[in-house]
């Protein structure tokens, strides 16, 4: 996984007023959790511009104060109308002990199925996967170079080394479905070789869920 370096300042107040404050200063609160405490700080906003607004997960080198700590950037919290970063969470990383995170999914190749008129269905993002934070890639790469149409890979299918997935493997991560217009030709073709045709088989239901969080600390 790639790294990266951040400075912060151990926080001497905990609290909403001290929080306010040093927003105002351009700051942002973060906690590190994980180890044999917790230790409250604060780092200029400005570093975090390489972290939460990129897909990648990186290893942060954390220095509060001239205290080291090797962490992963756990949970941020954002304004609710100007996404500004108000509050990041960093999990510390212990040797030995294994840590669940998100890794992002890159597709590699062109789907033949895709240039025979189908549609690529990507689901999933990231995966969330548990184990030893030297076994991780950076990103899992799915090559979908041979696939038709009708193919998918699950996340059962996904080559996770030495990590364990922490999601259920029958959950698609992408597929190459049919294109709509191809499914409607199919449809007008069975009602011409009968008189009763089944429109409710043309009528699928979509639905899509998300949930966005909201928190300051």
């Known amino acids: 996984m790639k790294r990266v370096s951040i400075s912060g300042s151990v926080r001497e107040n905990v609290g909403k007023k001290d929080a306010k404050r040093l927003r105002r200063e351009g700051k942002v609160v973060c906690v590190i959790y994980g180890g044999k405490e917790q230790k409250h700080f604060a780092v200029e906003e400005n570093a975090f511009k390489k972290l939460v607004y990129t897909p990648e997960v990186y290893i942060v ?11 992963i950037l756990q949970d941020v919290q954002y304004h609710p109308v100007t996404d500004k970063t108000l509050h990041v969470d ?5 040797e030995g002990k294994p840590v669940t995170v998100e890794l992002p999914v890159k ?8 240039m025979k008129g189908g549609v690529l269905n990507k689901k999933l993002n990231t995966i ?3 184990g030893l934070i030297e076994d991780m890639p950076e990103s899992f790469v799915i090559d979908i ?3 038709e149409i009708n193919d998918s890979v699950k996340v059962g299918d996904v080559d996770f080394g030495k990590l364990i997935a922490q999601i259920p493997d029958r959950l698609l991560v992408v597929g190459v479905k049919t294109a709509r217009g191809a499914d409607e030709d199919e449809e007008d073709e069975e009602d011409e070789e009968g ?7 043309a009528k699928e239901g979509e639905a899509s869920d998300a949930a966005p969080k909201e928190g300051d600390k």
Do not use: C, H, R, W
């Not at 960093?90 to 212990?94: A, R």
């Not at 008189?195 to 088989?201: A, K, L, N, Q, R």
């Open 61 to 71: 080198d954390l220095d509060l104060d001239g205290e080291k700590y090797i962490t």
């Open 145 to 147: 170079s041979e696939m």
């Open 195 to 201: 008189e009763e045709g089944s429109e409710e088989g």
């Open 90 to 94: 960093f999990l510390q990383i212990i």
């Open 107 to 114: 597709i590699d190749g062109i789907a033949p199925g895709v």
């Open 128 to 130: 969330p996967v548990k």
